[in-house]
């Protein structure tokens, strides 16, 4: 079992095993143990418990007769997830061209600087500089119903660990859509940030498929 602890002042063993299975350093069907995670994480059983607990309400773990392991994917489930986050997805930009303030325009464009930035960065960087950009443009929406309904369907992504960032050019193309997905937001044209917000994770779900197609 691979976790990759980062220091700090307070360890959060869900948000860092959460990030674990996203990025893969978890697999599907791996074992979680309680007592070699806290051996880990250098704390007591009863917060790897609760953060246990809590990935197991978000469905990246499941309950076997063995214990609790990383819930494993079918092509099935990526389709329907994806196909639930485009449409949340393209709604989100449109209705982030329509409610967005100047200060959302000056935070959009800092996250896509450091989207941009992250390029010389290891898949733990780029991931985050990705979550962060999108973040900040559902945070545009000033819509916290639909802010709600895209965490909760990125956790369940999470369930997907392959990173469609590793796919080849991905990278380059994903700096360019959300380049044009800043400047519809801009320039207040909602059917434009709908059309590329709903392409950008069209693709996405398609690369993802290849790349669980790959793994086989």
């Avoid at 929406?141 to 590793?166: C, N």
């Amino acid at each position: 079992m691979t976790v990759a602890v980062r220091g700090g002042d307070a360890i959060d063993p869900y948000a860092q095993l959460k990030e674990s299975i996203y990025l893969g350093d978890l697999q599907p069907g791996e074992h979680l143990v309680e007592t070699s995670l806290a051996q880990t994480f250098r704390v007591s059983r009863t917060p790897i418990r609760q953060a246990l607990t809590r990935l197991e309400q978000d469905g990246l773990v499941l309950r076997t007769a063995s214990g609790l392991v990383v819930r494993d994917r079918t092509p099935g489930e990526v389709l329907d997830i994806y196909e639930v986050r485009i449409l949340l997805e393209a709604q989100c930009g449109r209705t982030a061209a329509e409610r967005r303030t100047n200060n959302d325009i000056i935070a959009l464009h800092q996250a896509h600087r450091r989207y941009v930035n992250a390029t010389d960065l290891d898949a733990r960087g780029r991931v985050g500089a990705n979550r962060n950009f999108h973040s900040i443009v559902w945070q545009s929406t000033h819509q916290l119903a639909l802010i709600d309904l895209l965490q909760r369907v990125e956790v369940q992504l999470g369930r997907f660990p392959l990173t469609t960032l590793s796919y080849e050019g991905r990278w380059e193309e994903t700096v360019e859509q959300h380049a044009e997905l800043v400047a519809a937001i801009e320039a207040r044209d909602g059917d434009r940030a709908a059309e590329v917000a709903g392409r950008h994770f069209s693709e996405a779900r398609d690369i993802r498929l290849k790349l669980w197609e790959n793994e086989d």
